[in-house]
């Protein structure tokens, strides 16, 4: 059974970055049928699909948040990364790992818990 | 890319039928037959119950169905049980290999 377990700190300070792993078990990082993606959802608000990326590093982002997003894939520790640069308040929010089949079709069908990442002071 | 239009909530009976919209643009849902839906119970991860406007991964029930209409996707529950109750948001592909969601509906059953 595919897991993924999102880890990293729950506290970052406003204009510091944002740095999040995701650990896939259950199976590999490097199948040719998978793509990798992150999603956030703030406090008590929807979902927002932060990008993606494929084993073999080629990366796609939300447009908002390109300036300030690197997605990377390290396969020899079947995980995958999230780096948000210049945080604010506005990037407190659950982040989510998730797997999906294409860039097209929208099937996120396996998701990690989640985990919360409160920016503050 | 601004976020798909839901209603903020929606509620129904048990065993009635309810629909949840999700209109977006030609540039998104009207442009593509790729939209998703989401189920999402309090405090928990979002689970996929519809990809590809209409088609259901296994494990979802028939009761859950989806349908696409210009540039207005619909999820329509029907015999609404009191576990359906949860947040619905819909997701779309809106070119250039990027995704927009929808900001959510509440759906009470009564």
């Known amino acids: 059974q595919l897991q993924l377990q999102e880890s990293g700190p729950g506290l970052v300070k406003p204009s510091e970055t944002l740095s999040l792993s995701c650990t896939v078990s259950?199976?590999?990082?490097?199948?040719?049928?998978?793509?990798w993606g992150w999603i956030r959802q703030p406090p008590g608000k929807g979902l927002e699909w932060i990008g993606s990326?494929?084993?073999?590093?080629?990366?796609y982002y939300n447009p908002s948040l390109k300036s300030r997003v690197t997605i990377s894939v390290d396969t020899s520790k079947n995980q995958f990364s999230l780096k948000l640069s210049s945080v604010t308040a506005a990037d407190t929010a659950i982040y989510y790992c998730?797997?999906?089949?294409?860039?097209?079709?929208?099937?996120?069908?396996?998701w990690g818990q989640g985990t919360l990442v409160t920016v503050s002071s | 890319q601004s976020a798909l239009t839901q209603p903020r909530s929606v509620s129904g009976s048990p065993g009635q039928s309810v629909t949840i919209s999700c209109t977006g643009t030609?540039?998104?849902?009207?442009?593509?037959?790729?939209v998703s839906w989401y189920q999402q119970h309090p405090y928990k991860a979002p689970k996929l119950m519809i990809y590809?406007?209409?088609k259901r991964p296994s494990g979802v029930p028939n009761r859950f169905s989806g349908s696409k209409s210009g540039n207005t996707a619909s999820l329509t529950i029907s015999g609404l049980q009191a576990e359906d109750e949860a947040d619905y948001y819909c997701?779309?592909?809106?070119?250039?290999?990027?995704?927009?969601f929808g900001g959510g509906t509440k759906l009470t059953v009564l």
């Open positions: 990326i494929y084993y073999s590093g080629s990366t």
């Open positions: 259950g199976g590999s990082i490097s199948s040719s049928n998978y793509y």
């Open positions: 998730a797997r999906h089949p294409s860039m097209t079709t929208v099937t996120l069908n396996y």
């Open positions: 997701c779309s592909y809106a070119g250039d290999y990027t995704w927009v």
């Open positions: 590809d406007v209409s």
């Open positions: 030609s540039s998104d849902v009207g442009g593509y037959n790729y």
